[in-house]
């Protein structure tokens, strides 16, 4: 009723403008909201982050690979993990392999921010840019690699010690001591999904 009552107020008191006056009343009350809609904070919600620790593994090289991620939400919390046999590979191979896991892992799950640890001091480099990457099957991975990146709207990639690492460098091990284990049974599979 209030509202109301204040409209028609405002309704009569205009109405004793001349037009010329009116208009640069409205003009500048327009400038006015622009500048305040301008000046709020955005509504929008920060991205949401994910922490990936990957790490690749092999035995010999080539030998039997694995990959390990572990993620983490932007506060830290445990999220999921995931380990896989991914059969006959390098530890270079194997190390960008956990790293597609992890980027596709995160898109899926609607990641827009990404911060990548790896002890893999070739991989980091490779990915910033620092080292060029001759071997044609690890640029088809580092191809990819980049695909992926640039569908995310922040992206930290660091190199961690190993220390740092231990639990995505477990998850690799396990991938690879589980087939290797079934081998000695005779069930082992070529090559496994993560999970």
């Known amino acids: 009723m209030a509202h109301t ?3 028609a107020a405002l309704s009569k008191e205009l109405s004793d403008l001349s037009p010329a006056t009116l208009r640069m009343v409205l003009e500048q009350a327009s400038h006015l909201l622009q500048e305040v ?11 949401r ?13 080539p030998g039997p ?29 194997a190390e960008y392999e956990a790293l597609l896991f992890g980027l596709r892992k995160a898109r899926e799950l609607g990641y827009a ?22 071997h044609p099957r690890l640029r088809k991975l580092y191809d990819q690699v980049q695909d992926l990146l640039r569908s995310f709207d922040a992206v930290e ?10 639990d995505a460098d477990l998850l690799a091990n396990r991938a690879i001591e589980a ?9 082992a599979p070529r090559r496994g999904r993560a999970g």
């Not at 990639?157 to 231990?166: F, L, P, Q, S």
Request: with cysteine; charged share 25%; proline share 3%.
């Open 5 to 7: 009552e204040a409209l």
């Open 37 to 47: 809609a301008a000046s709020r904070p955005s509504r929008q919600p920060a991205p």
């Open 49 to 61: 982050s994910l922490v990936l620790h990957i790490d690749g593994a092999a035995r010999g090289n």
């Open 65 to 93: 690979a694995g990959i390990g991620v572990v993620m983490c939400d932007e506060a830290g919390d445990f999220r999921e993990e995931h380990q896989a046999y991914i059969g006959e590979a390098t530890n270079n191979v």
């Open 113 to 134: 921010a990404i911060n990548v640890f790896s002890d893999s001091e070739l991989l980091v480099r490779q990915i910033h840019g620092e080292y060029r990457v001759k």
């Open 157 to 166: 990639i660091a190199h961690v010690r190993r220390g740092m690492n231990a």
């Open 179 to 187: 087939v290797l284990r079934d081998r000695q049974k005779g069930t």
